[in-house]
């Protein structure tokens, strides 16, 4: 049986990308954002992948932790929506 994967140009992927982005940009690790998230690591990593979506509370978390604007998190589609 094929495990359903995530399609790659998926809104959870692109968050996942920006995310790990943020993290590399501000020198912050993906164990500490699970623990600033209290996400197991794997957990986090599966959400990093898109495999998992981030909910709204966490990317406002990840923004708080990583100083940046949680609109830089999302989509430029989705921003865009946002911000009109």
């Known amino acids: 049986m094929d495990t359903p994967t995530t399609p790659p140009n998926s809104p959870d992927v692109e968050i996942g990308q920006r995310v ?16 600033t998230l209290d996400m197991s690591y ?3 990593r599966r959400t ?29 589609t989705m921003a865009a929506r946002e911000a009109a």
């Open 48 to 76: 990093l992948e898109g495999e998992r979506s981030f909910t709204i509370s966490q990317l406002s978390h990840i923004a708080d932790r990583l100083n940046i604007q949680p609109s830089s998190l999302l989509p430029d």
């Open 20 to 35: 790990q982005e943020a993290l590399i940009v501000k020198r912050v690790t993906v164990k500490a954002l699970a623990e």
């Open 42 to 44: 794997s957990t986090i």
